[in-house]
């Protein structure tokens, strides 16, 4: 049964404030998150496997999968249900070997010479893409130029694998993203800066026609 990455949480330790990302996680699943990232660019590995442990602790009896930025040590330290690299981790092949084949690996592209790269892969390499970022972002600070909802669109024609779009998207602007043929949209500050992150989820859920 393949995992449902509509709703795609990724997670900023900064953004969620004294609230902190474990109970910003569980109010966002209560609101309708049906995936989580667990993304933090300055924890170490033993914090951020002691902050996976304990996410697993909420998300696994709902059934939610959690996902590791990046680091697929912790990922499988854990045992996390997957991991999504970027262009410059882990060859995603390599991973796959690693991982094997029930583990989730997702891979971020952001132009046409990568999703062309991703597309020669062998068959079930990947299970997903994160395409974008589609609008402007304020949350990584290395994100490439968005590439607008043209762009998402003739990204996610390109491939029969799940498309999630990445990248400045909100409440106000998640319907024109759905619109382009996503299966996935992946949001941070809309739900981790939320004053009540459930709400939060909520209304995205509900921007999907």
């Keep these: 049964m393949k995992p449902d990455l509509s709703l795609y949480l990724v997670t900023d330790s900064t953004l969620c404030g004294e609230r902190g990302v474990l109970a910003t996680v ?3 699943v209560q609101g309708g998150v049906s995936a989580v990232q667990l993304r933090d660019k300055h924890a170490s590995a033993r914090e951020l496997s002691q902050l996976a442990l304990a996410l697993l602790e909420i998300l696994r009896d709902r059934g939610v999968p959690l996902l590791i930025n990046d680091r697929l040590d912790v990922a499988l330290a854990v045992g996390a249900d997957g991991v999504h690299l ?3 981790d882990i060859d995603v092949e390599v991973a796959r ?3 094997g084949p029930d583990f989730l690996i997702g891979l971020s592209v952001c132009q046409s010479e990568e999703m062309t790269e991703a597309l020669s892969l062998p068959s079930k390499t990947l299970d997903y893409l994160g395409i974008g970022p589609i ?3 304020s949350t990584k600070m290395d994100a490439h130029l968005p590439i607008g909802l043209k762009g998402a669109t ?3 024609h390109s491939t029969h694998l799940p498309c999630i779009g990445i990248g400045g998207i909100n409440s106000k602007n998640a319907a024109s993203a759905w619109s382009t043929g996503l299966d996935g949209i992946a949001v941070a ?3 981790c800066a939320a004053n009540d992150p459930k709400s939060a989820a909520e209304l995205l859920r509900r921007s999907r026609q």
């Design 26 to 28: 569980e109010a966002a």
């Design 86 to 88: 970027g262009q410059s």
């Design 97 to 99: 070997i690693i991982a």
């Design 135 to 137: 609008f402007t972002t």
């Design 154 to 156: 003739e990204l996610r």
């Design 189 to 191: 500050s809309a739900i």
